[in-house]
């Protein structure tokens, strides 16, 4: 099993800055790709970003490409989310998940383990 424990989420004026972090649990972090997902009341769970086990690659949705940036730190089995530009468009349940394979990283059909997911709330 690997627990993930997503954290930073908050209240943030249009414009401004959240770094979400996601920590997990054992020492086996480096063998998941790691990715975020959000969703919004009432709308589906969307793909936000996605990065490979290595870190060699990372994926961006359109909506975020430009203003999001996904990093992750192995020896910390960690994994970050830096969030600048937000729009209240942006505002949405947050959740990492990991995935024990590199493919397909941009659906969420490969991810095995979800966190419980922060909450992104984003005014104007």
């Known amino acids: 099993q690997v627990q993930l424990e997503e954290s930073g989420g908050g209240l943030v004026q249009a414009g401004g800055s959240l770094r979400l972090s996601c920590a997990a649990s054992?020492?086996?972090?480096?063998?998941?790709?790691m990715g975020w997902f959000r969703q919004a009341p009432g709308k589906e769970r969307e793909f936000v970003t996605a990065i490979t086990t290595s870190g060699s690659s990372t994926y961006y949705a359109g909506s975020v490409k430009g203003r999001f940036t996904i990093s992750r730190d192995n020896a910390k089995n960690t994994m970050y989310l830096q969030m600048n530009s937000l729009k209240p468009e942006d505002t949405a349940v947050y959740y990492c998940a990991a995935s024990p394979y590199d493919s397909s990283l941009t659906t969420g059909l490969n991810y095995r383990y979800w966190g419980q997911g922060t909450q992104v709330t984003v005014s104007s």
């Open positions: 054992g020492r086996t972090f480096s063998y998941y790709a």
